[in-house]
């Protein structure tokens, strides 16, 4: 029994490892069919919609592979008008800069002895140094805008294809699988779609919602080119967990170098506090729902996972991936135990929105 037990624990850790080095390696590849499956899903039903309009298969399918391509293109203008705004004050923000820098040298040297032109040495020295390694930065930085819109291309490629030969695709799948269990591998598959329409879209209304309540609350407490900062909180919101930190930080790192006192640091952290109670409270029970119900332990870990197998793409796919995984290991019996790991316990209220809809009712009654 013990030795059947660890050839049965060898070969899942061989199989864990021959995959995740071909998830490695494939990444070129899969990033991108990964991506194009999660939108094709999100896009389906506005494809079919079309479709019983009348619209032609294909049209339908690039009339809303365009709304992808407004959402994205609306974001990168609403980045470049911003910044265009910012380098108008860029004067103003290195004067500001040169004075917290001023202020830092005389604390060193009040602090710690180390005088002004010791300091000025150490940072020419940087300087010098540096100046090889920030071109280097600046055309890797180049570079990976290439790749990045030749990838987004072949998203839409991937995208329409996957549309347009889906009942192909499903056919496929059901081949794979026994006629009995072919009931079971449709609820699988209209399962699996369902979630990554209702994560992702879901993410996109959150995202948009981030927008409005950090513009309103930076607006409020006095940050420079708010609404700037407020894009970034948001967009960040698709790394979870640390993303809307580092937009909240960077937020206080760049108005501190415009000029900006203490209480403007104190008011951004306060909206971040509010912002995040909003969040977790009312627009994740509202817009996600449960759906994608992977525990915090396994959330954590498939991110870390995903960053060190495929980056940045890795972190943001980890989880709608977890959730159509989670499906399929409770529909299928071996795996189900794995399910129940990875998953998260249902809760009779989740959210205060839950809470507030359940004592409603209760007053009714």
């Not at 021959?18 to 998830?23: E, P, R």
């Not at 004075?99 to 002004?116: C, H, W």
């Not at 991110?303 to 980890?318: C, R």
């Not at 205060?352 to 007053?363: D, T």
Request: aromatic letters at 10%; a positive charge.
């Amino acid at each position: 029994m013990g030795e059947r037990l660890l050839n049965k624990t060898i070969r899942i850790l061989l199989l864990a490892f021959l995959l995740t080095i071909l998830l490695y390696y494939g990444r070129p590849l899969l990033v991108p069919i990964c991506f194009a499956a999660l939108f094709s899903m999100l896009l389906l039903p506005v494809a079919q919609k079309m479709e019983s309009w009348g619209v032609n298969k294909a049209l339908s399918i690039i009339l809303s592979e365009l709304l992808i391509v407004l959402f994205f293109g609306g974001i990168i203008l609403l980045l470049t008008w911003q910044i265009s705004d910012m380098s108008q004050n860029a004067s103003q923000i290195e004067q500001s800069i040169n004075e917290k820098l001023k202020q830092i040298k005389e604390f060193l040297t009040g602090s710690f002895g180390i005088s002004p032109q010791k300091q000025e040495e150490i940072i020419q020295k940087q300087q010098e140094s540096s100046g090889d390694k920030l071109a280097a930065i600046l055309s890797g930085v180049l570079a990976s805008l290439g790749t990045l819109l030749a990838n987004f291309l072949l998203v839409l490629v991937y995208v329409f294809l996957f549309m347009y030969f889906r009942g192909h695709l499903k056919k496929f799948v059901l081949k794979l699988v026994p006629r009995e269990k072919a009931s079971a591998t449709t609820k699988v598959i209209e399962n699996s779609r369902k979630v990554a329409q209702k994560y992702i879209g879901g993410l996109m209304l959150m995202i948009v919602g981030l927008w409005i309540m950090y513009s309103i609350g930076f607006g409020l407490v006095g940050v420079k080119n708010f609404f700037f900062f407020a894009i970034i909180c948001g967009l960040l919101e698709i790394v979870p967990f640390v993303g809307n930190l580092i937009g909240n930080i960077l937020t206080v790192i760049f108005a501190l170098a415009q000029g900006a006192g203490m209480d403007v640091v104190i008011g951004i952290l306060i909206t971040y506090a509010l912002v995040q109670f909003i969040q977790t409270y009312l627009l994740e029970p509202l817009v996600v729902g449960s759906e994608v119900s992977i525990n915090p332990v396994f959330t954590i870990i498939g991110i870390v996972v995903g960053e060190f197998i495929w980056g940045i793409p890795g972190m943001i796919l980890a989880i709608p991936l977890m959730g159509i995984a989670k499906i399929i290991f409770d529909h299928v019996e071996p795996l189900k135990p794995y399910g129940f790991l990875i998953g998260e316990e249902k809760k009779s209220n989740k959210g205060l929105l839950a809470r507030m809809k359940n004592r409603n009712g209760k007053s009714k009654g």
